[in-house]
C-alpha cells in the first residue's frame, strides 16, 4: 500500500532533485503522487504533455526583501515570499504566514496543497501561498504595522482580484490583514476589496470567514462520523493549538454535543476535564495574545498546564491537530489509537506524518486529511471575493449555510471517489484524486501553459 506507481516514481525523483533541501515539499509531492497510480491506471492520458510533472512545478515564485526599523530605531531585514503555484482554475488564493520557520520549500507545499484543497472545493480559484520568516511574538502593535506595510509595498504589485488574492494563515489574522489592505489602498489608490480576503467586517469581509476553518473541519468530521452511525455528541475531544483554526473548532465541537479537554501552544498544552472554558480562552487568545498556561493560571483548580510532552497523550474520541505540520507522529498515532480514538480531522495543513496516516489508515480510523477538512477557510475566502464583486454582504447564517453545504459537498466527493477508485473509506485516495481530477481537467483544456 501507498507505494508510487512506477509511472511516476521518475516525477517524484525529479521533483526532489529540483528542489533541494525541501522536505516538507517534497512530502507533499509523495502524497499525492502515492493517490495518482490509480488514476493514470485508468486514465492514462493524464501521463501526456507532462501533465504530472506541469503540475509538481510553480507557474511563478517571488522572494523579496521586507526592510523594516523596529520600535528602538534598529532596521529589520525579513524575507517575503509568494509562490504562485497554479492558476487553471482561477486566480492564485492561498494564506500568508509569519512564522520564523517560513522557508521557500514551506511555502511550496502549502501552495501545492492548496492547488488541491482549493479545487476540492469547487470554486473557481488556483493555488498560492506566501508569508515571511518574521516572527510577530512579542513584537508590539506599530512593529507589526510598519512589517505589514512593508511587506504589501513590494507584494502589491503581484496581486489582483483577476491575478492573485492572499487572505491568512499562522501568525496572520485580522489586524494584519488590515494593515496590508490599507498598505494596498494607499499605494494603488483604489478601492480593491478583492485583493485579499479575511478582511474585517467593517471594510469587505465576510460573516463566518473568521469561523470557518474550525466550523469546516468540525462539519467535515460530524459527516465522516455519519457515516459509522455516530457523531460529535458526548464524545470527548482534543484540539491541538490555540490560534484562528483551533479556537472555531473547539466553539462547533461544543455547539454539537462534544467535550474538548485539551488545547496547546508551541509552549505546551492545558487539559481541562471539565471541558475547555472558550470565552477564557479567546480573551487569552484573541485579546491579551498571551501564552496557553496563562488559561491554566486563570481557570484555577484542576486544571493542567504540561510544558513538556505530547498533547497526543490525552485520551480521546476525536483528535483534531489544527496547529502546524509534521505535529502528530507515528508515535502520537500509536497512542491515540491505544487510547480509543475513532476520527481524526486535520485542522493545520500536513499536521500528521506520513507514518502517522499509515498507522491511522490501517487501524481503521476515520481519518480527514487536512486539504479536505480544512479547505472551509478557503472555501469561505471564495464566499468573500463573491460578496465584494457583487459588492453586497451576506447575513451570517446565510454564509454558513453555504459553507455547511461545501463541506458536506466536499465530504461527500472525497467518500465517493473514493470509493469510485477501489479504496472504500480512504479519504486521502479521494481527496488527492478528487482534487487532481478537477486540476488535470482545466489543465489539458488550456494546453501546454
Ligand atoms: P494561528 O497563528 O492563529 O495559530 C497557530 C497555532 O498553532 C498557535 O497556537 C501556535 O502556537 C501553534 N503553532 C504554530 N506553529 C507551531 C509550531 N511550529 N509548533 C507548535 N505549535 C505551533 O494560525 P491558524 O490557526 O490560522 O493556523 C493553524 C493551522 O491551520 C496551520 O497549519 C494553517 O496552515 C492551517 N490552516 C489555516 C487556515 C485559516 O483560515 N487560518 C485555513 C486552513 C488551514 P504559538 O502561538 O505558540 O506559535
Ligand atoms: O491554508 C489555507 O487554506 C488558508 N490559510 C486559507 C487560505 C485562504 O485564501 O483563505
Known amino acids: 500500500m501507498n507505494k508510487i506507481d512506477d509511472k511516476l516514481q521518475p ?44 503540475i509538481c512545478e510553480p507557474e511563478r515564485q517571488i522572494i523579496f526583501r521586507i526592510p523594516w526599523v523596529d520600535d528602538a530605531g534598529n532596521v529589520q531585514i525579513n524575507r517575503g515570499f509568494r509562490v504562485q503555484f497554479n492558476s487553471a482554475l482561477g486566480p492564485y488564493k492561498g494564506g500568508l504566514r509569519f512564522h520564523p520557520s517560513v522557508n521557500v520549500g514551506i511555502i511550496k507545499f502549502l501552495g501545492f496543497e492548496q492547488t488541491f484543497k482549493n479545487a476540492l472545493t469547487g470554486m473557481p480559484i488556483g493555488g498560492g501561498k506566501g508569508g515571511s520568516d518574521f516572527d510577530p511574538k512579542g513584537r508590539s502593535d506599530a512593529e507589526i504595522m510598519r512589517f505589514c506595510q512593508s511587506l504589501m509595498t513590494e507584494l502589491h504589485r503581484h496581486l489582483g482580484e483577476y491575478t492573485d488574492v492572499p487572505a491568512g494563515d499562522i501568525g496572520v489574522g485580522g489586524r494584519e490583514i488590515g494593515y496590508m489592505f490599507g498598505q494596498y489602498k494607499r499605494l494603488t489608490n483604489r478601492y480593491e476589496a478583492g485583493i485579499l480576503t479575511g478582511k474585517g467586517l467593517s471594510y469587505g469581509g465576510s460573516q463566518a470567514r473568521t469561523e470557518a476553518t474550525g466550523y469546516g473541519n468540525t462539519y467535515f468530521v460530524q459527516a465522516m462520523l455519519e457515516t459509522k452511525g455516530t457523531s460529535f455528541d458526548g464524545k470527548r475531544v482534543v484540539v491541538s493549538g490555540s490560534g484562528n483554526v483551533a479556537i472555531y473548532s473547539i466553539e462547533k465541537v461544543q455547539e454539537f454535543g462534544g467535550k474538548v479537554v485539551a488545547c496547546s501552544d508551541s509552549s505546551g498544552y492545558v487539559i481541562d476535564e471539565n471541558g475547555i472554558d472558550l470565552a477564557l480562552l479567546q480573551e487569552i487568545k484573541e485579546v491579551r495574545r498571551e501564552r496557553i498556561s496563562e488559561y491554566a493560571l486563570r481557570r484555577g483548580e484542576g486544571v493542567q498546564f504540561i510544558a513538556n510532552g505530547s498533547i497526543w497523550d490525552v ?10 505540520q509534521n505535529e502528530l507522529s507515528g508515535k502520537d498515532a500509536h497512542t491515540l489509537i491505544k487510547n480509543g480514538v475513532i476520527a481524526v480531522g486535520e485542522g493545520a495543513n500536513m499536521p ?22 480544512n479547505a472551509g477557510g478557503v472555501a469561505t475566502s471564495a464566499l468573500e471575493m463573491q460578496q465584494n464583486a457583487s459588492r453586497d454582504s451576506w447575513s451570517f447564517d446565510q454564509t ?15 467518500y465517493e471517489t473514493a470509493d469510485e477508485y477501489g479504496a472504500p473509506g480512504d479519504y486521502v485516495l479521494g481527496a488527492n484524486v478528487a482534487g487532481f481530477v478537477r486540476v488535470a481537467e482545466a489543465m489539458r483544456a488550456l494546453g501546454v501553459v
Open 11 to 54: 516525477i517524484l525523483a525529479e521533483v526532489v532533485s529540483r528542489n533541494a533541501g525541501e522536505p516538507e515539499f517534497h512530502q507533499a509531492v509523495q502524497e499525492v503522487l502515492e493517490s495518482l497510480g490509480r488514476v493514470v491506471a485508468k486514465h492514462p492520458h493524464y501521463l501526456e504533455a507532462a501533465l504530472i510533472e506541469r
Open 315 to 324: 485520551p480521546c474520541d476525536v483528535a483534531m491537530p489544527s496547529a502546524t
Open 352 to 373: 500528521s506524518t506520513p507514518e502517522a496516516v499509515r498507522i491511522f489508515q490501517d487501524a481503521g480510523v476515520l481519518f480527514a486529511p487536512g486539504k479536505a477538512a
Open 400 to 414: 454558513e449555510t453555504r459553507l455547511a453545504a461545501i463541506m458536506r459537498g466536499i465530504h461527500d466527493r472525497c
